[in-house]
């Protein structure tokens, strides 16, 4: 690694999957996350910026960009930036300006960040530009009426952009899959439970491990400097769940169409989008993402390190070029992945072959072991909290009652 570079640290807002591949890169982070967070102990971690709230509301946006700006006036030259959550990613794209004084950073435009990270928005750029998007209509969670929908069951139901109350209908799900407009009618009191703007929209049949995905980094210039595919293999819940494993792949139609949906955003920066595979073999765009992900890590491993090549340009180095990403080259969130596994009806030990064979694991690597002790410690203090609690309320439930007379 160039002196140059060891000079300039990365300032990345997210986790270990994120700090990994810069780290693999040779590249010193400094971390802004919650204090005790695992990611805190990883080799790769320069320095701590510790940091509570998310920028998920307009006061601790207001206080996370005064806190950065603070942060980058005191280093000796500007660190580059990099991002993981939606609350992040709006607050860079709408104060570009004031943080390109202390940071370096690549970011899509403004107005093109909030039609992608507003889901009702995206859903009408995406007809506007003809995106094959599924067939999409927003409701309130007030919704009286289930023959007002005309779209055909079943369907998915997800929060058009906050997600703070969805959890009161969801769960820990990103959606809700609906079979019939009998399973809506029953639902409707929970939905009315809250108050949020939801978007419902025509299911694509099949697994989720049919979801696919087209992952790039764009330069200002509008070439592509890399790229890769990739298939999700596990979520947890089974059905509409967050990631737990994932695999690379070359799929060429997926490739393709990522390409030709960046030239029609003229999207600059990062980005990942999501594909659901109908039975037919049809692609259907279910999200754009212009931010940085978990996925890179398992990009950098494979061959393909998206925020090394940013952190390049950013600095003026020279580019990798022709990079091409291992098909089959394997991540897992492990603790998640061995309940969806489960969940799935995989044995233990089929899993357990599987996950010990895995090429990246979040949160866990031989040259990086202490963030996954840091979180075995934390969780085993956590269960043995829970235990005590259980253990002094059952005391209390079978002490004999006091003498009043």
Wanted: hydrophobic share 40%; with cysteine; glycine share 6%.
């Amino acid at each position: 690694m160039s002196g140059s570079r060891q000079t300039v640290q990365a300032c990345v807002i997210g986790d270990i999957d994120l700090v990994r591949p810069l780290g693999l890169a040779g590249i010193k982070s400094a971390v802004v996350y919650p204090p005790g967070s695992p990611v805190l102990y990883s080799r790769f971690t320069h320095k701590e910026f510790s940091w509570e709230d998310r920028a998920d509301t307009e006061a601790s946006a207001e206080r996370m960009l005064n806190a950065l700006i603070r942060f980058g006036a005191t280093q000796s030259e500007p660190p580059a930036l990099f991002y993981q959550g939606d609350g992040e990613l709006l607050l860079i794209a709408q104060h570009q300006k004031q943080l390109e004084q202390v940071f370096r950073f690549v970011v899509a435009e403004p107005a093109l960040v909030e039609n992608l990270v507003n889901k009702a928005k995206f859903q009408k750029l995406a007809e506007h530009l003809n995106l094959p998007v599924p067939a999409t209509r927003r409701i309130h969670s007030s919704l009286k009426n289930v023959d007002e929908i005309d779209l055909r069951f079943p369907v998915i139901i997800k929060p058009v952009r906050e997600r703070t109350y969805w959890e009161a209908i969801g769960g820990r799900r990103k959606a809700l899959l609906v079979e019939s407009p009998e399973v809506l009618r029953k639902l409707l009191p929970q939905l009315a439970s809250v108050s949020i703007d939801l978007l419902i929209q025509e299911a694509i049949l099949g697994p989720e491990s049919s979801i696919e995905s087209y992952h790039v980094y764009v330069d200002q210039l509008g070439i592509i400097v890399a790229e890769f595919t990739g298939r999700k293999i596990r979520t947890f819940p089974v059905t509409c769940g967050h990631s737990t494993a994932l695999e690379t792949t070359d799929a060429p139609d997926v490739r393709a169409l990522g390409r030709e949906i960046v030239q029609k955003l003229n999207l600059r920066g990062v980005a990942k989008m999501d594909f659901k595979r109908g039975p037919e073999g049809t692609l259907y765009l279910l999200e754009v993402n212009p931010r940085f992900n978990l996925w890179h890590h398992l990009g950098a491993v494979a061959g393909v390190n998206l925020p090394a090549l940013v952190y390049a340009d950013l600095l003026g180095l020279p580019r990798s070029t022709n990079l091409v990403a291992r098909p089959g080259v394997r991540w897992s969130k492990l603790w998640s992945d061995m309940h969806a596994a489960r969940e799935c009806g995989t044995p233990v030990t089929t899993w357990l072959w599987w996950a010990l064979h895995c090429e990246a694991k979040s949160g866990m690597a031989w040259d990086d072991p202490v963030p996954i002790l840091r979180w075995a410690l934390a969780k085993f203090r956590l269960q043995r909290g829970a235990r005590s609690v259980r253990h002094r309320e059952g005391a209390l439930t079978r002490a004999p009652a006091a003498d009043k007379s």
